[in-house]
């Protein structure tokens, strides 16, 4: 299954590329005894890594999506509205990315008419090659690579409920798309809940020139008076967090911690954070909807 989940327990993992194929070894983590795979619409499966098979079978689960969700085609007038991301070329601004990091964003049914997503604008912000000319916008970028999992949710009491399409939504970004990927989702008949929905991304790692997720190891291991401390890898590029949303609308969670729980991104939920205490709550993600004109 492509980019499946392929936890360790412990608060680590890696994902599946997009043949299905991960990279586990003893010598790579040789304090891991068994492994816990997930994939959108499979059960669940957990399995020792003594003896090891070179394929793993999961089992498929019902489709518990909405009917009107799938396959629709509209055929009548519309209007396109969008909301624009919210840019930040302030490093420290930013959030960084990890393997075990997912983070969604709330956007409300404002609509009475039928509406469908078609695009979503993720902002990001480009590092320059040299330092002193960090606020320079024609500064040399430095360069990266990386793949990116999108997933979207019904609105369930204002976290991020059931997901919206078993689709594989994936996207890779480089220094060349500039400080606004444009992901075009208007294939995937994505129609706004009457609640709202949530929409995420979560890094998969680094790519080749192809786009090809690479099989990196996914924490770094530093020795310390109390042993080996394993910390997150952090990834390129960073997303900005913006000020400018009065609402916490935005919701992380550590995909291989915390029972794999939503957590809101505000002050009292999280034990410290620097974007916090500067203001910055919230992921600005931008939207563009289609308006369907009443028949």
């Known amino acids: 299954m492509s980019y499946a989940t392929v936890s360790f327990g412990n608060g680590y993992g890696i994902f599946a590329d997009d043949d299905g194929v991960f990279y586990f070894s003893k010598k790579l983590y040789p304090d891991v005894d068994s492994l816990h795979i997930s994939a959108l619409g499979y059960k669940d499966l957990s399995i020792s890594t003594q003896n090891l098979a070179s394929t793993i079978y999961l089992e498929t689960q019902a489709d518990e999506l909405d009917e009107i969700l799938i396959n629709v085609k509209v055929d009548r007038k519309f209007s396109e509205e969008t909301l624009k991301p919210y840019l930040d070329d302030d490093y420290y601004h930013c959030w960084l990315p990890t393997i075990e990091s997912e983070i969604a964003v709330f956007f409300p049914n404002t609509k009475e008419q039928l509406t469908k997503i078609t695009n979503i604008h993720f902002p ?22 990386t793949l990116f999992k999108v997933k979207f949710y019904k609105n369930n009491n204002g976290i991020p409920g059931e997901v919206m399409t078993y689709d594989n939504i994936v996207f890779r970004a480089t220094e060349r798309n500039g400080d606004n990927f444009n992901l075009d989702v208007s294939n995937n008949n994505l129609f706004v809940p009457s609640n709202g929905f949530f ?86 993600v931008g939207v563009t909807y289609r308006v369907y004109k009443d028949d």
């Open 124 to 145: 990001i912000t480009l590092e320059s090659k040299d330092w002193e000319k960090r606020k320079r916008k024609n500064a040399d970028k430095k360069p990266f690579s």
């Open 199 to 284: 929409v995420s991304i979560q890094v998969l790692g680094y790519t080749d020139k192809v786009g090809k997720l690479l099989p990196n190891k996914k924490y770094k291991e530093i020795k310390s008076n109390n042993g080996v401390v394993k910390i997150p890898t952090n990834f390129r590029p960073l997303l900005p967090f913006t000020d400018k949303i009065s609402t916490n609308r935005t919701f992380i969670k550590r995909v291989f911690l915390n029972d794999n729980k939503w957590i809101q991104f505000m002050r009292g939920n999280i034990i410290d954070s620097s974007l916090l205490r500067a203001g910055l709550n919230n992921y600005g």
